[in-house]
T-cell receptor, first 112, second 116 residues
Framework: AQSVTQPDIHITVSEGASLELRCNYS??????LFWYVQSPGQGLQLLLK??????LVQGIKGFEAEFKRSQSSFNLRKPSVHWSDAAEYFC??????????FGAGTQVVVTP | GAVVSQHPSRVICKSGTSVKIECRSL??????MFWYRQFPKQSLMLMAT?????????EQGVEKDKFLINHASLTLSTLTVTSAHPEDSSFYIC????????????FGPGTRLTVL
Protein backbone atom coordinates (compact mmCIF):
# COMPACT_ATOMS: atom_id res chain seq x y z
CA ALA A 1 0.00 0.00 0.00
CA GLN A 2 1.18 3.49 -0.75
CA SER A 3 2.05 6.01 1.93
CA VAL A 4 3.19 9.59 2.13
CA THR A 5 5.38 11.08 4.84
CA GLN A 6 5.88 14.73 5.55
CA PRO A 7 8.53 14.79 8.28
CA ASP A 8 8.04 18.42 9.23
CA ILE A 9 4.81 19.24 11.03
CA HIS A 10 5.62 22.92 11.36
CA ILE A 11 8.11 25.25 9.68
CA THR A 12 8.77 28.90 10.41
CA VAL A 13 10.47 30.97 7.76
CA SER A 14 11.25 34.65 7.37
CA GLU A 15 9.66 36.57 4.56
CA GLY A 16 12.01 36.61 1.61
CA ALA A 17 13.88 33.52 2.71
CA SER A 18 13.81 30.24 0.83
CA LEU A 19 11.49 27.40 1.74
CA GLU A 20 11.77 23.66 1.29
CA LEU A 21 9.10 21.21 2.38
CA ARG A 22 9.96 17.55 2.46
CA CYS A 23 7.84 14.71 1.17
CA ASN A 24 8.71 11.02 0.99
CA TYR A 25 6.48 8.42 -0.56
CA SER A 26 6.17 4.69 -0.73
CA UNK A 27 4.53 3.30 -3.86
CA UNK A 28 5.08 0.20 -5.92
CA UNK A 29 4.82 1.71 -9.35
CA UNK A 30 5.71 5.07 -10.87
CA UNK A 31 3.85 7.50 -8.66
CA UNK A 32 1.63 10.39 -9.58
CA LEU A 33 2.62 13.04 -7.03
CA PHE A 34 0.97 16.27 -6.01
CA TRP A 35 1.46 19.24 -3.75
CA TYR A 36 -1.59 21.11 -2.45
CA VAL A 37 -1.94 24.21 -0.31
CA GLN A 38 -4.79 24.76 2.13
CA SER A 39 -5.58 28.21 3.43
CA PRO A 40 -8.23 28.87 6.09
CA GLY A 41 -11.70 29.05 4.59
CA GLN A 42 -10.51 27.91 1.20
CA GLY A 43 -10.39 24.58 -0.52
CA LEU A 44 -7.20 22.75 -1.29
CA GLN A 45 -5.46 24.30 -4.25
CA LEU A 46 -3.14 22.33 -6.50
CA LEU A 47 0.33 23.82 -6.62
CA LEU A 48 1.91 21.32 -8.98
CA LYS A 49 1.94 17.69 -10.00
CA UNK A 50 4.30 15.10 -11.39
CA UNK A 51 3.16 12.35 -13.71
CA UNK A 52 6.21 11.66 -15.86
CA UNK A 53 8.97 13.35 -17.81
CA UNK A 54 11.07 16.16 -16.44
CA UNK A 55 11.71 15.51 -12.77
CA LEU A 56 11.76 19.22 -11.93
CA VAL A 57 8.21 20.48 -11.99
CA GLN A 58 7.18 24.10 -12.01
CA GLY A 59 3.96 25.12 -10.34
CA ILE A 60 1.91 28.14 -9.51
CA LYS A 61 2.86 30.93 -7.12
CA GLY A 62 6.58 30.43 -7.79
CA PHE A 63 6.76 26.91 -6.36
CA GLU A 64 8.70 24.02 -7.82
CA ALA A 65 9.24 20.42 -6.82
CA GLU A 66 11.79 17.80 -7.75
CA PHE A 67 11.01 14.12 -8.09
CA LYS A 68 13.90 11.93 -6.99
CA ARG A 69 13.13 8.28 -7.54
CA SER A 70 16.33 7.10 -5.80
CA GLN A 71 15.29 8.91 -2.63
CA SER A 72 11.54 8.38 -3.00
CA SER A 73 11.15 12.09 -2.47
CA PHE A 74 9.17 14.94 -3.96
CA ASN A 75 10.29 18.04 -2.08
CA LEU A 76 8.63 21.39 -2.62
CA ARG A 77 10.68 24.57 -2.86
CA LYS A 78 10.23 28.28 -3.23
CA PRO A 79 13.22 30.65 -3.51
CA SER A 80 11.65 33.58 -1.70
CA VAL A 81 8.51 33.28 0.42
CA HIS A 82 5.84 35.91 0.77
CA TRP A 83 3.62 36.47 3.79
CA SER A 84 0.73 35.11 1.72
CA ASP A 85 2.48 31.72 1.55
CA ALA A 86 1.59 31.04 5.18
CA ALA A 87 -0.69 28.01 4.99
CA GLU A 88 -0.87 24.24 5.35
CA TYR A 89 0.85 22.26 2.63
CA PHE A 90 0.00 18.69 1.73
CA CYS A 91 1.89 16.22 -0.40
CA UNK A 92 -0.19 13.46 -1.98
CA UNK A 93 0.23 10.35 -4.09
CA UNK A 94 -2.42 8.99 -6.43
CA UNK A 95 -3.03 5.29 -6.76
CA UNK A 96 -4.08 3.40 -9.86
CA UNK A 97 -7.77 3.95 -9.05
CA UNK A 98 -7.35 7.71 -8.93
CA UNK A 99 -7.55 7.94 -5.17
CA UNK A 100 -5.34 10.43 -3.40
CA UNK A 101 -3.46 9.62 -0.23
CA PHE A 102 -2.27 12.67 1.63
CA GLY A 103 0.64 13.25 3.95
CA ALA A 104 0.02 14.69 7.40
CA GLY A 105 0.71 18.20 6.19
CA THR A 106 3.24 20.89 7.04
CA GLN A 107 2.14 24.16 8.59
CA VAL A 108 4.18 27.08 7.25
CA VAL A 109 4.43 30.24 9.29
CA VAL A 110 6.00 33.32 7.69
CA THR A 111 7.55 35.93 9.96
CA PRO A 112 8.25 39.54 8.98
CA GLY B 1 -9.48 26.44 -12.71
CA ALA B 2 -12.67 24.57 -12.09
CA VAL B 3 -14.79 25.58 -9.11
CA VAL B 4 -16.34 23.31 -6.53
CA SER B 5 -18.71 24.60 -3.89
CA GLN B 6 -19.94 23.08 -0.65
CA HIS B 7 -23.01 23.95 1.33
CA PRO B 8 -23.28 24.65 4.15
CA SER B 9 -19.86 25.91 5.10
CA ARG B 10 -20.61 25.43 8.77
CA VAL B 11 -23.33 23.54 10.61
CA ILE B 12 -24.09 22.90 14.24
CA CYS B 13 -26.61 20.25 15.12
CA LYS B 14 -27.91 18.28 18.07
CA SER B 15 -26.87 14.73 18.70
CA GLY B 16 -29.18 12.28 16.95
CA THR B 17 -30.12 14.51 14.06
CA SER B 18 -29.07 14.07 10.43
CA VAL B 19 -27.12 16.58 8.43
CA LYS B 20 -26.84 16.86 4.65
CA ILE B 21 -23.83 18.40 2.97
CA GLU B 22 -23.90 19.32 -0.71
CA CYS B 23 -20.97 19.33 -3.09
CA ARG B 24 -21.38 20.98 -6.50
CA SER B 25 -19.09 21.32 -9.48
CA LEU B 26 -20.04 24.74 -10.79
CA UNK B 27 -18.48 24.88 -14.22
CA UNK B 28 -17.76 21.30 -15.19
CA UNK B 29 -19.33 17.88 -15.05
CA UNK B 30 -17.86 15.38 -12.66
CA UNK B 31 -18.49 11.70 -13.08
CA UNK B 32 -16.52 11.07 -9.93
CA MET B 33 -16.53 12.96 -6.68
CA PHE B 34 -14.69 12.15 -3.47
CA TRP B 35 -15.53 12.78 0.16
CA TYR B 36 -12.81 13.35 2.74
CA ARG B 37 -12.75 13.92 6.45
CA GLN B 38 -10.15 16.06 8.15
CA PHE B 39 -9.59 16.15 11.88
CA PRO B 40 -7.93 19.20 13.46
CA LYS B 41 -4.23 19.44 12.66
CA GLN B 42 -4.42 16.22 10.66
CA SER B 43 -4.48 15.13 7.09
CA LEU B 44 -7.41 14.43 4.82
CA MET B 45 -8.71 10.89 4.99
CA LEU B 46 -10.67 9.56 2.06
CA MET B 47 -14.09 8.36 3.14
CA ALA B 48 -15.70 7.32 -0.12
CA THR B 49 -15.69 7.62 -3.86
CA UNK B 50 -18.95 8.76 -5.39
CA UNK B 51 -19.76 7.88 -8.98
CA UNK B 52 -22.70 9.44 -10.78
CA UNK B 53 -25.57 7.02 -11.15
CA UNK B 54 -24.08 4.24 -9.06
CA UNK B 55 -23.44 3.35 -5.46
CA UNK B 56 -20.58 4.96 -3.64
CA UNK B 57 -17.48 2.98 -2.77
CA UNK B 58 -16.53 3.35 0.86
CA GLU B 59 -13.05 3.09 2.34
CA GLN B 60 -12.34 0.50 4.97
CA GLY B 61 -13.69 1.47 8.35
CA VAL B 62 -16.24 3.99 7.03
CA GLU B 63 -19.82 3.08 7.89
CA LYS B 64 -21.92 3.35 4.75
CA ASP B 65 -25.16 3.45 6.72
CA LYS B 66 -23.80 6.29 8.78
CA PHE B 67 -22.48 8.36 5.91
CA LEU B 68 -24.97 8.21 3.06
CA ILE B 69 -23.71 9.42 -0.29
CA ASN B 70 -25.87 10.26 -3.28
CA HIS B 71 -24.49 11.35 -6.64
CA ALA B 72 -27.66 11.97 -8.58
CA SER B 73 -26.24 14.24 -11.26
CA LEU B 74 -22.95 15.11 -12.89
CA THR B 75 -22.68 18.28 -10.85
CA LEU B 76 -24.02 17.31 -7.43
CA SER B 77 -23.07 14.84 -4.74
CA THR B 78 -24.48 14.86 -1.23
CA LEU B 79 -23.18 13.43 2.02
CA THR B 80 -25.71 12.81 4.76
CA VAL B 81 -24.41 12.16 8.25
CA THR B 82 -27.19 10.17 9.84
CA SER B 83 -27.93 10.21 13.57
CA ALA B 84 -24.93 12.40 14.16
CA HIS B 85 -22.96 12.14 17.39
CA PRO B 86 -20.23 14.36 18.84
CA GLU B 87 -17.53 12.06 17.49
CA ASP B 88 -18.76 12.86 13.98
CA SER B 89 -17.73 16.48 14.47
CA SER B 90 -15.11 17.18 11.86
CA PHE B 91 -14.25 19.05 8.69
CA TYR B 92 -15.73 17.38 5.63
CA ILE B 93 -14.24 18.14 2.24
CA CYS B 94 -15.39 17.05 -1.18
CA UNK B 95 -13.58 17.02 -4.47
CA UNK B 96 -14.81 16.67 -8.02
CA UNK B 97 -12.71 15.08 -10.72
CA UNK B 98 -12.53 16.36 -14.24
CA UNK B 99 -12.66 13.92 -17.11
CA UNK B 100 -9.92 12.49 -19.21
CA UNK B 101 -6.97 10.26 -18.56
CA UNK B 102 -5.31 12.78 -16.28
CA UNK B 103 -8.44 13.94 -14.53
CA UNK B 104 -7.68 16.40 -11.80
CA UNK B 105 -9.47 16.71 -8.49
CA UNK B 106 -10.78 20.14 -7.57
CA PHE B 107 -11.63 20.63 -3.94
CA GLY B 108 -14.51 22.35 -2.23
CA PRO B 109 -13.89 24.74 0.66
CA GLY B 110 -15.10 22.24 3.22
CA THR B 111 -17.92 21.99 5.75
CA ARG B 112 -17.31 22.30 9.46
CA LEU B 113 -19.73 20.01 11.32
CA THR B 114 -20.17 20.39 15.06
CA VAL B 115 -22.45 17.95 16.84
CA LEU B 116 -23.52 18.99 20.31
Amino acid sequence: AQSVTQPDIHITVSEGASLELRCNYSYGATPYLFWYVQSPGQGLQLLLKYFSGDTLVQGIKGFEAEFKRSQSSFNLRKPSVHWSDAAEYFCAVEDSWGKLQFGAGTQVVVTP
Amino acid sequence: GAVVSQHPSRVICKSGTSVKIECRSLDFQATTMFWYRQFPKQSLMLMATSNEGSKATYEQGVEKDKFLINHASLTLSTLTVTSAHPEDSSFYICSAQTGGEEGEQFFGPGTRLTVL
